[in-house]
T-cell receptor, first 112, second 114 residues
């Protein structure tokens, strides 16, 4: 079956690195995504990784993918208070449907 | 370029009432989806469509109907609202033409059923 799991809460101090983890079950998923949701807003795509990649870096964001363990992580370097939000991991369902399966979301709290 | 537009942004319904949540996209995307967001449960897929005239059920379809008569529009109908349908609803659209794909989300509709 399709399932994506995330821890619900992470608290860090401003300037520290944040690491948000995600596990998934569909080994045939093609893309894995990280979305950010600020309070009262919709979801904004942060970054994505194709399933044949191990790592992707985009400015302060680093995505690591371990296909063997079906584990995905998002590292935010030099975390700022503006990074406080809910972060969702999602996998694109295998098969050409455009369907995404989301995790529960991790609330990131950044303390000054 | 408006992207994905959802209306209304807020709605209060009485139990048993019906209503339609509207979703429109202007990006000529073939895929459109409806999700509901509840605390601690992430986004759960209600219904989705891979093109005009084609719809299918997601994880939590009961109590909701959809149709896709045009590429642009994907309305979600609540036939007889129940308090359990109190949630935030998001519509998304995407395309897949090889390479990277991104799902674009609307701003959400906050629905309260009393």
């Amino acid at each position: 079956g399709e399932d994506v799991e995330q821890s619900l809460f992470l608290s860090v101090r401003e300037g520290d690195s944040s690491v948000i983890n995600c596990t998934y079950t569909d080994s045939s998923s093609t893309y894995l995504y990280w979305y950010k949701q600020e309070p009262g807003a919709g979801l904004q795509l942060l970054t994505y990784i194709f399933s044949n990649m191990d790592m992707k870096q985009d400015q302060r964001l680093t995505v690591l993918l371990n296909k063997k363990d079906k584990h995905l992580s998002l590292r935010i370097a030099d975390t700022q208070t503006g990074d406080s939000a809910i972060y969702f991991c999602a996998e694109r369902f295998s098969g050409n449907t455009g369907k995404l399966i989301f995790g529960q979301g991790t609330t990131l709290q950044v303390k000054p | 370029n408006a992207g994905v537009t959802q209306t209304p942004k807020f709605q209060v319904l009485k139990t048993g009432q019906s209503m339609t949540l509207q979703c429109a996209q202007d990006m000529n995307h073939e895929y459109m989806s409806w999700y509901r967001q509840d605390p601690g449960m992430g986004l759960r897929l209600i219904h989705y469509s891979v093109g005009a005239g084609i719809t299918d059920q997601g994880e939590v379809p009961n109590g909701y109907n959809v149709s896709r008569s045009t590429t642009e529009d994907f309305p979600l109908r609540l036939l007889s609202a129940a308090p359990s349908q109190t949630s935030v609803y998001f519509c998304a659209s995407s395309t897949s033409q090889g390479g990277e794909t991104e799902a674009f989300f609307g701003q959400g509709t906050r629905l309260t059923v009393v």
